[in-house]
């Protein structure tokens, strides 16, 4: 066998020693991990999962600091902020870049003032209702909307979100005539859905399913590529004949578009690392999220590229605005 289909393998293997090495030799300055969300929540657990191993790893302190408010503009500007040396980052989800920024004004360029350093999971929507709701599958919900068409409605957990995009979506498409009623966030949204004072909801995965599990609310569909791997019975949007209806969320580590190639390597290495450690993948899992790790810096910001303009295209078609 030749040398050289041993090379990449192993100067990939000394480029991330080499920067594991350099990094916890960096003193005892913390790594600051800013999460544009309240203590608690999923973007919060995450942070902490591969925070404790980016720590374990490199033998560097990873403090995490919730910042949240204003649909995430309030971590996103405390990151930008901050000296663009790679000791402060920001986790949150893709929501961030390419669907706020469409209803609201920032003080930044999403796609060129940040950049996102990594990928280490993503997340689904499922479609519910409270489970004393009459329709017991997809079609017998479309049936029972359109019997009260005009009068029905639609929960999301904000106004410029996937979850009020995907309603407004099934509302046009099956000709529904729904009503929206945006929240503050999931959980009072959800409440008023197992109340009944609402119908359906696109919600993301990782809130619905102990919802699910407890017999509080029923799935009908999912809108990720594929099928859930916490309800595999439950068929997606795009095979019941919603192609538009594909959603998916990711969860990324990012910094200033300003960090010097090197630091960002150096990042991109030890966060890779971690994620791709069993445990913190088990760990994402059990928050209701799908471990997929990339530090393609290009291709995740073509992909974010191709969101904004979707998202944007559904903005304008449904005249969304912020409240």
């Not at 995430?72 to 893709?94: E, H, K, R």
């Not at 008023?192 to 909801?201: A, C, E, F, K, R």
Request: proline share 6%; hydrophobic share 45%; net charge positive.
């Amino acid at each position: 066998m030749k040398l050289h289909q041993f090379a990449r393998p192993a100067m990939a293997l000394i480029t991330c020693s080499l920067a594991l090495n350099v990094w916890a030799a960096s003193g005892d300055k913390p790594l600051r991990v800013i999460v544009p969300a309240p203590a608690g929540g999923t973007m919060d657990t995450a942070a902490r999962v591969v925070g404790q191993q980016i720590a374990a790893d490199t033998g560097r302190p990873v403090v995490v600091e919730n910042r949240p408010g204003a649909t995430g503009s309030i971590g996103l500007n405390a990151m930008l902020q901050a000296a663009p040396d790679g000791n402060t980052i920001l986790l949150g989800a893709s929501n961030l870049l390419v669907e706020a920024p469409q209803v609201m004004k920032v003080p930044y360029d999403p796609l060129k003032d940040i950049a996102t350093i990594a990928r280490v999971a993503t997340s689904s929507y499922v479609l519910v209702t409270g489970a004393s709701y009459p329709a017991k599958d997809f079609q017998g919900l479309i049936a029972q909307l359109k019997s009260r068409k005009g009068k029905s409605s639609f929960a999301s957990y904000g106004v410029g979100t996937v979850s009020q995009y995907s309603g407004l979506i099934l509302s046009n498409q099956a000709e529904l005539d729904m009503q929206h009623v945006g929240y503050a966030g999931s959980p009072p949204a959800l409440q008023d859905l197992i109340g009944g004072q609402v119908d359906i909801m696109f919600d993301g995965v990782v809130t619905s399913l102990p919802l699910i599990k407890g017999g509080m609310l029923r799935p009908y569909a999912v809108s990720g590529k594929s099928r859930s791997r916490y309800f595999p019975e439950v068929p997606t949007m795009t095979e019941l004949g919603y192609r538009d209806i594909q959603f998916q969320g990711q969860v990324c580590f990012y910094g200033s578009s300003k960090l010097p190639a090197d630091v960002l390597a150096k990042l991109q290495a030890i966060i890779k690392k971690a994620a791709d450690a069993p445990a913190v993948q088990q760990k994402l899992v059990d928050v209701g999220v799908e471990p997929d790790v990339s530090i393609d810096t290009a291709a995740l910001l073509a992909e974010n590229k191709l969101l904004s303009q979707r998202n944007a295209a559904i903005v304008k078609k449904f005249n969304i605005q912020a409240n």
